[in-house]
């Protein structure tokens, strides 16, 4: 029984155990051999030293395989060392990770914290208005009354935070109706906005309707989103037309 | 007639300002709402639109300011479907006048009780009404 030592698949170990096993065998055919020959006569001339030179041979070959063995031994020594080495740098690799990780964060929290400073300086940047404009509109809302009541104002008074019907009733929109001239102190009851019919030339005769606007003021987008017929009008009277209605929309409306 | 654009446009931003101060006033309010215009959704979008007055470029045309807080206000469904009560107008009004007259009645107590400190230190001062300042 001889097992194939040209087969390159087998572990060393499996060899070196074949091998042993080899030579076991060997070793026990030649010792039968010994004791038959003891015995009786040998049945083959020159089979014992063909055993003989097998034993020697597979010895031999015993011999290489522990030396293969030896150097397999020193190659998987290496082979531990590296690993540790792999395992070392592996594990630097991971702090670097971690500490990049860290990094990020918080670059990131800085970045966006920036972001969120310069949202602030826009938002404020753009919310600015001069002072000067903002104490003339202060004086023009309350020396007309408008957000601050007059020192000597008692019940009575016909003086509002809030345009009066007769206001209402004086300016562009209310010259669009017809309306009734009862009431007391330009306070009328609701109804008295009633429906009526457009009239020509309009003109404001109380200051809230603010004569002084620039032309280039213009409303935002005003397209026919609305459909609607303005409140302060009969729905029934088809004479209706308004300035807030679905006419051709100014295509002149530039935002700023 | 036809109007130029400029004089369309410059009718349609007069005609705007006008509506939307109308707004401050709660009567005219009640009155929108109980002749069913709150509940249009044309009309409701039209709200929304006024919402430009905000900005400061055009609220400065504002004489009556309160009108935008009535805008803002009428965003809200809620408010609408309540401006139909007489009762509810009735209240916000008085509470508008209210508001209206807190900083002169304000500064009504603070020229009294600046007078009231200067009195011993003068001799009694005729009884006279705070000029307005």
Redesign the interface.
């Given at each position: 029984a001889v097992c194939s030592m040209a087969v390159a698949e087998k572990s060393t170990k499996e060899r070196l155990l074949c091998a042993l096993d080899n030579l076991e065998v060997l070793a026990r055919e030649l010792i039968e051999m010994l004791a038959l020959s003891r015995g009786q006569k040998l049945p083959q001339p020159g089979e014992d030293t063909q055993v003989l030179e097998l034993l020697v041979q597979r010895d031999r070959d015993f011999q290489d395989l522990m030396e293969v063995a030896q150097q397999q031994g020193k190659v998987h020594q290496e082979m531990q060392l590296l690993e540790k080495e792999v395992e070392k740098r592996d594990s630097d690799i991971q702090q670097l990770q971690k500490q990049l990780k860290e990094a990020e964060h918080i670059l990131a929290t800085a970045v966006y914290q920036a972001k969120e400073k310069l949202k602030s300086i826009d938002k404020a940047r753009k919310g600015s208005i001069s002072s000067e404009e903002i104490i003339k509109y202060a004086h023009r809302i309350s020396a007309s009354n408008a957000v601050c009541a007059p020192l000597n104002w008692v019940p009575g008074d016909p003086r509002r935070p809030y345009p009066t019907d007769l206001e209402m009733r004086s300016g562009m929109l209310g010259h669009m109706a017809n309306l009734p001239t009862n009431g007391v102190n330009g306070h009328l009851p609701g109804d008295a906005l009633a429906a009526g019919r457009l009239p020509d030339v309009l003109t404001p005769q109380y200051p809230w309707q603010s004569a002084d606007v620039s032309v280039g003021m213009l409303p935002p987008h005003h397209g026919n989103d609305f459909g609607l017929e303005p409140p302060g009008h009969n729905k029934e009277n088809e004479d209706d037309v308004e300035a807030m209605s679905t006419d051709s929309s100014s295509s002149s409306s530039d935002s700023d | 007639?036809r109007s130029g654009?400029?004089e369309?446009?410059?009718?349609?931003?007069?005609?705007?300002?006008?509506?939307v101060?109308?707004l401050?006033?709660?009567?005219?309010l009640?009155?929108?709402a109980?002749?069913g215009?709150l509940r249009?959704k044309?009309?409701v979008?039209?709200l929304k639109?006024l919402l430009?007055w905000k900005e400061?470029?055009?609220a400065?045309?504002?004489?009556?300011?309160?009108?935008l807080h009535m805008l803002e206000l009428l965003q809200y469904e809620h408010f609408r479907k309540e401006l139909v009560n007489a009762q509810c107008a009735k209240f916000i009004d008085e509470q508008?006048?209210l508001?209206?007259?807190h900083?002169?009645r304000k500064?009504?107590r603070l020229q009294q009780a600046l007078a009231e400190q200067q009195q011993p230190q003068q001799q009694p001062p005729p009884h006279g009404n705070?000029t307005?300042k």
């Open positions: - | 007639m654009a400029p369309q446009a410059r009718n349609r931003f007069q005609s705007e300002l006008e509506f101060q109308c401050a006033n709660p009567n005219y009640n009155f929108l109980q002749r215009f249009e044309p009309f979008n039209y639109y430009y400061p470029e055009y400065k045309f504002l004489k009556y300011p309160h009108c508008q006048l508001h209206w007259q900083y002169s500064r009504t705070a307005a």
